[in-house]
């Protein structure tokens, strides 16, 4: 197994972000999402959105990536995957789901480049997010995945996440697509 790091988000990593952000969702969400909506995404697009968020000092995600050291290549890391954890973004509706919201984060995101899936990247980059929510004051963390994203769902089960009957609709895509909460307890 390659030595995987995780370390905090540049500017700079936006169009390697990018890359891995377009390669993960047309893997996983093939099947779950429009295929218009796929197809769609933009590496141009995509870059600029990644740089202007890491730009943003007043964002209040914590994006950190996933690396691989590079060998025979001009670039020395080669990110694998990245995500990103903040204060819970989810309407109040279905925060109101959960019987406690006190000291709870969100992991907002994960995502690998398909080449890096069963490498053990995924869980390097998952172990170090919750640390950076601890490290925020969080003591329980939640996250909405797809209805349909099996591998994901069997990975963050696999990592001590429990599935809930939380359901919720994300609509900034359409069709919408119906999400399942999973929780975890950091202490």
Known sequence: MADFRVRRARVADAAQIADVHIAAWTAAYRGIMADEILDSLNID????????NLGEES??????????????????????????????RDSAEVLASLP??????????INLHPDAFGTGVGAVLLHA??????????????????????????????HGWHRTEITHVFDGVSPAVPERMFTVELG
Do not use: H
């Open 45 to 52: 697009r995509q870059t600029a959105g990644w740089a202007r």
């Open 59 to 88: 964002n209040p995600m914590s994006a950190l990536v996933a690396l691989e050291p590079v060998e025979d290549s001009a670039a020395t890391e080669r990110i694998l995957g990245f995500g990103g954890v903040c204060p819970p």
């Open 100 to 109: 406690d919201v006190s000291g709870l984060g969100q992991l907002a995101s």
């Open 129 to 158: 997010l919750e640390d950076e929510l601890r490290a925020l004051g969080f003591t329980r963390a939640y996250l909405m995945v797809a209805e349909g994203n099996d591998r994901a769902m069997r990975f963050y089960a696999k």
